[in-house]
DNA sequence: GATGAATGAGACTTCATTCAT
DNA sequence: AATGAATGAAGTCTCATTCAT
């Protein structure tokens, strides 16, 4: 049985109506625009409400941003929690972050670019609390594929990294053109032909 | 035989002095900060040369990001093209691909950066030439995907370009926290490790 | 014997606590940073009181300084008027006044830097009932100086608003480096060779 | 013969067009406001120059009013100069000062303000080039004071510190009702008479 | 081919202050 | 008597970019 993952408990600190106001006012910018050409006006109107709130806070036009990307994330974590339980074994459960993993971005394409593309940009951004998430979440990755190991279920003459590294990166390199091109993700039978690709491998046999 | 890769035949401008100083500047400086925070004053001292020359010459701050870009692009694709004119076979030119490209990123953090980080941010980068290249460069895997399907040796119950997403995908994701963290990239036996999954898959059997 | 000094019966309106704790911590503040970058939100958590209070109590961000002031003066204007009723003679009283009134710069350099540098800075201060005070503080030392004047001990061929400029002033630029600099003004024997200069100028012989 | 003073050799560097515009303007808008409530938006559209040359010329707001201030100064420092050229003995040199000093002020009550109310209540005026400059003229009038009393015209028993403070402390005091209440300075007999009275207060008899 | 100067536009941010509870 | 929340109004400053020479 796998120790729990580290993201759990986590949960944000309430704010008042206002604040909640101008995350949602972000993320509906977010459909139409990038976040380097979101201004705080532009952001407050959208809200109905006060610029400075932003600052309150939010402490930063970029802590707001990180508000509304922890919460997500936060919510697809637990949601990924729940549907670990009901699977057992590391292959089976590594299949199943793969597919939700994609579906997350398929659902919410916003959310997609601003992890796959927008945020990485921003030196800050690997020092937040939300990038600390993100590292546990790639953690326990790892830690399903040594689990798989142990069992006698996955080779064990690569590195555990490197397997995550091609999971999470074959995953983020085909979610991203849905941002890019403002494309829809179809997350059919994707997740299920990638995981399938790293597990069994390309070659024919 | 394969046919030649797309990006042949591709050359840049000639620039005068004023023009090469720039974008020696623009690389040097992109070495301790971000593009974003990168002045175009500050390019202008570092290069000695004077502000308005990047408007002269390179139409724009970011046409100036894109002429290093594609220089240092277009060198390694020529470099590319001539490695691959001694090896045959599909699988083993993928493995060579993969493995230039590791190097790539490995040489010049800079360039990693730029690529996988800085410029995915900027919607222009997807109508630019630079990213035509980039475009021609993963149409280039997919075709010897498919050339290794047509020999047999690869798999053909999966898509090409999904194949190519996880070997290029696998790749950037092992390569980004080199320009993130300003640590070294190591392309030892990496490629060779990251290929061996991609081809082999991590099933024991 | 010297009409009574014209500040007395002035005393100070009741504040509930709250009003108290904010006085407090604004002089504490005003310890460490300048009244201008003192904000009304650190006042009033340094105080742990509410923001609002300070409009409910002082009117005004700059009420509370003054409130702070003019209760700083007023003690000190009480303790003077105490130790003048020992003291006979104009030039005798003068003599004391330079002196406490250097102690009382001495001795709170945060009070010492209010009255000499930032309030002086701002207009609304020449019609507040602190400089009411301190008008009549000026006038006190005028009227000192007349009655020298007619009891023969000092010249009168020149203004007594003149000779009250250059005691204050002396004594004023004298203890400026204090809050300036943070440095301590050492009260020793300064004020009477301060006086002693002043006064053997002006004595008649 | 007294050491050349201290200042000689100051000159400003020279600024393009839009940068005197800018000083002007400043100069114009203090003559109604104190620095505080003049915006970086008012002085430049005084000037009809661009807001963002007060950054590029000065650095800072504040920038502009230390050039405003330096420049003045400057001027002040050259004439006094050539005027005591002509004035032999301390005790004549020092009186001059005073005068022309109270002239000075006298003449331009927006420099009075700014000098005696507005500059000292910044700390970083005291860090400033200006304030190299008038500690430079403090340090010219202490060593006046020594040259008299090595001349036997003044006497050595209080320290020449002292001394310049009460001077220049009650002509301060004494021109300070000018800027504060917009007032004119009367400079006609009141420096002699200031003078007067510190003087035959420090001559030896 | 190059330069110094100027500019427009707006970004983020800060605060004193008010109000409803 | 006190509080949490919200707000308006500016304010300083930064930059990419243009132009005249």
Chains 1, 2, 3, 4 share one sequence.
Not at 172 to 189: L, V
Not at 195 to 205: M, N, P, Q
Request: net charge positive.
């Amino acid at each position: 049985m796998p120790e729990s993952p580290g993201w759990r408990g986590l949960s944000e600190a309430s704010v008042p109506e206002g604040g909640r106001k101008l995350k949602k006012a972000l993320k509906t910018l977010l459909r139409k625009e990038d976040f380097g050409s979101i201004t705080t006006a532009k952001i407050a109107k959208t809200a109905g409400a006060n610029e400075a709130l932003i600052y309150r806070y939010f402490g930063d036009k970029r802590g707001l941003l990180h508000a509304v990307l922890k919460e997500s994330l936060l919510r697809y974590l637990a949601d990924l929690e729940k549907s670990l339980e009901n699977v057992e074994g590391a292959i089976d459960r590594l299949k199943l972050v793969a597919k939700l993993n994609i579906q997350y971005y398929a659902k919410d394409r916003v959310i997609a670019r601003i992890f796959l593309l927008e945020v990485r940009n921003y030196p800050g951004y690997f020092e937040s609390e939300t990038y600390e998430l993100v590292k546990d979440y790639g953690r326990y990755m790892s830690r399903l594929v040594k689990e798989g190991m142990d069992a006698g279920e996955i080779r064990n003459d690569v590195s555990s990294g490197h397997i995550r590294d091609v999971l999470l990166g074959g995953l983020e390199h085909f979610c991203m053109p849905g941002p890019i091109f403002n494309r829809k993700i179809s997350p059919g039978s994707d997740a299920e032909e990638l995981t399938k690709i790293v597990l069994d491998g390309i070659l024919k046999r």
